[in-house]
């Protein structure tokens, strides 16, 4: 299989304590697999060290960016900042905490080989010799989460939420320009805008590990986010995800969109 360029986009909220061991192993993994690559760390208003720490890697590091604003904006809108600054051929979004192992990104470039524009990591899909530790609490919760968003959006997608997502430039370009949401539910309204648009997203069981230190309260964040897929739904009925003008498109530096 021919491999394209790829850009490696890693969302960071105060992840001084778990970034390290994602960098390394995002960067070795991506040096040795031969073509062009950026990994591109968008640090979401951090208040400890997150940015001084991806500076000190960054060094020596041509293929190593970072993007850092201030106050923090949710992890949506830094996911969306580092698809739109994004250079290379395929786009990963990549969860900060390495849950996801890197060399999982072999299973999604086959489903965009085999005709997809985007393929997303499942930890709810069986397949053999596919791994997934996570705590009960946690799955509870994920799949309550997950059975409202197929009844009310996205059926047969088993879950939207897992921070492993592979995109083709054009198509992320085109949904990242008109999402909205910078909150943990900015998935459910990617997906739902590539459905909306007729792009082929295939679901993909991969390894992943419950990394502990999440920022997701469950009991702040989990109402937040059932009011964001109700608002989804309204949203696209009253025209919020339109496509972009052409003119628009230039504007925002997004020409060579379809």
Known sequence: MQLDSISVIIPAYNEER?????????????????????????????????????????????????????????????????????????????????????????????????????????????????????KASRKYIGNTFNLIVQSLLLPGIHDTQCGFKLFKRTAARDIFSVTKLDGFAFDVELLYIARLRGYKVREVAINWTNVTGSKVNVMVDSPKMLFDVFSIALGAVFGRYRRLTSKQAKQLGLSDQD
């Open 18 to 134: 778990r970034l390290t061991s994602t960098l390394e192993s995002v960067y070795t993994y991506l040096k040795t697999r031969g073509p062009a690559f950026e990994v591109l760390v968008v640090d979401d208003g951090s208040l400890d060290h997150t940015e001084d720490l991806v500076q000190d890697f960054a060094q020596g590091k041509s293929e190593v960016r970072l993007l850092s604003y201030h106050p923090n904006r949710g992890k949506g809108y830094a996911v969306k900042l580092g698809m739109l600054s994004a250079q290379c051929d395929l786009l990963l979004f990549n969860d900060a905490d390495g849950s996801s192992p890197i060399d999982q990104l072999a299973y999604l470039e086959k489903a965009i080989a085999d005709g997809n524009d985007i393929a997303i990591g499942s930890r709810n899909l069986p397949e053999a010799g596919k791994t997934v530790k996570t």
